[in-house]
């Protein structure tokens, strides 16, 4: 058999709490390849349950070593890390092993806040001003230094957790002791023993209408796939995010300046491979980057796009990798959109109600109910996730939309209280 004919075979590195496997597997299987995952498992219960490669993610030296232990008996030809968490293990493993990868301190600066600000503020690529603080510090000092509104963040946890827009000294104190109460109780931060797990970020607060670019990064040449309005405001004070619709209705103009912007942002972090999902700002001072993370957009959001004859973004990302062709990165013809369902208050998970009706909206092409009953919801900034998806297709953009809105006010998510633990 020639070389041409020998099996793939790619490691995909994804939490066990991810949306994503399903799809990326679906694609595995569509180009016949071999699919190792590499999960965050139990050890004692990986071999017992047949998990092919356990892995710490808490701990990336080890699972670096872990991932190179495993290329010695199956020789792998790409990895791929399906979420932040996994970006600086992947980026590491394949520099170890040879293959294409972004340099690991790239993969660091695109989950860590203020690395990210450092690098964006020496290219003069645009970007919130900020500053970094301990939370041992003076909240009340710190206070009375900033301009207002500004926004507060930690600098490790993504999808807007402990996100919060503040517009008077009184609730930067009140976000910023809030913020120190969420990373006590972040389970899935950075190792203890990284000082960024303890510290936060203060951002001037840049007004403007939000987009969201996909994209896939080869030999640091930026080739996008794709950029979503996000036509419900994102004002704060937190930053929950709910309807994204393809392709943009904003001028070409500005589409190319974000696209622009979004390219030298990659540049000046160092991402070179794989996917990127960048978001920004756009107001009369142009664009402006808020966030640039080395993978593809996260929940059940991939599934709006399609392109060629029918490949899956998870599909273009797995061919990207393995450097197999890749015939087209045009979406395919219609608008699409996707709601991601608000959590309106914390409490426990029943049953979301009038899905049926929600289904038989004109547009509408499916619904994903993504909470599993008695799971406990936390709306933002504690919380994280989303209790389900919306998806919409149709022929303009404002056509999902609206179709996106109508199939909403078809549902009602029914949230029993949380019961307080009762102390002995």
Not at 297 to 315: K, Y
Request: net charge negative; hydrophobic share 40%.
């Amino acid at each position: 058999m020639s070389d041409d004919h020998i099996r793939k075979r790619l490691l995909l590195l994804m939490p066990t709490t991810t949306y994503r496997a399903e799809p990326f597997l679906e694609a595995a299987q569509q180009l016949d390849i071999e699919v190792v995952v590499g999960t965050d498992f139990c050890h004692v219960l990986a071999d017992e349950w047949n998990v092919p490669l356990a892995l710490r993610f808490r701990d990336p030296s080890q699972a670096v070593v872990d991932i190179i232990d495993y290329d010695r008996a199956h020789p792998l030809d790409a990895i791929v890390p399906v979420d932040d968490k996994t970006t600086e293990i992947a980026a590491r493993a394949c520099e170890a092993l040879a293959l294409a990868h972004n340099a690991p301190a790239a993969a660091v600066a695109s989950r860590n806040k203020y690395r990210l600000r450092t690098l964006l503020d020496r290219a003069e690529v645009a970007s919130p001003a900020y500053s970094r603080y301990e939370l041992t510090d003076d909240p009340v000092q710190i206070a009375s230094e900033q301009t207002y509104p500004c926004v507060l963040k930690p600098l490790l946890l993504s999808g807007s957790r402990g996100v919060i827009r503040v517009d008077t000294p009184e609730t930067f104190v009140e976000a910023f002791y809030r913020i120190g109460r969420i990373l006590q109780h972040s389970p899935d931060l950075a190792p203890s023993d990284d000082p960024d797990a303890q510290r936060l970020l203060v951002e001037s607060y840049i007004p403007g209408v939000e987009v969201a670019l996909e994209g896939l990064l080869m030999h640091g040449d930026l080739r996008v796939l794709a950029i979503f309005d996000k036509p419900d405001p994102l004002e704060g004070p937190y930053f929950e995010e709910t309807i994204y619709v393809t392709p943009s209705r904003l001028p070409e103009g500005i589409q190319q300046a974000i696209i622009d912007t979004a390219e030298q942002a990659t540049r000046a972090i160092g991402l070179s491979e794989g996917p990127v999902h960048a978001e920004l700002r756009i107001n009369n001072d142009g664009p402006w980057v808020i966030e640039v993370a080395g993978r593809s957009i996260g929940g059940l959001c991939s599934r709006t796009l399609q392109f060629g004859l029918g490949i899956s973004l998870e599909e273009l990302i797995l061919r990207q990798a393995l450097r197999l062709d890749i015939d087209t990165l045009e979406q395919c013809g219609q608008a699409s959109g996707v709601m991601m369902l608000p959590i309106p208050e914390g409490g426990i998970f029943e049953r979301v109600e009038g899905v049926e009706a929600a289904r038989q909206v004109e547009g509408i092409e499916n619904m994903v109910i993504t909470a599993k009953k008695g799971e406990i919801l936390k709306p933002l900034p504690e919380g994280g996730g989303y209790p389900g998806f919306l998806f919409a297709r149709g022929t303009t953009p404002a056509f999902v939309e609206q179709a996106l809105r109508n199939a909403y006010d078809c549902l009602r998510l029914r949230i029993k209280e949380e019961l307080p633990l009762i102390k002995s």
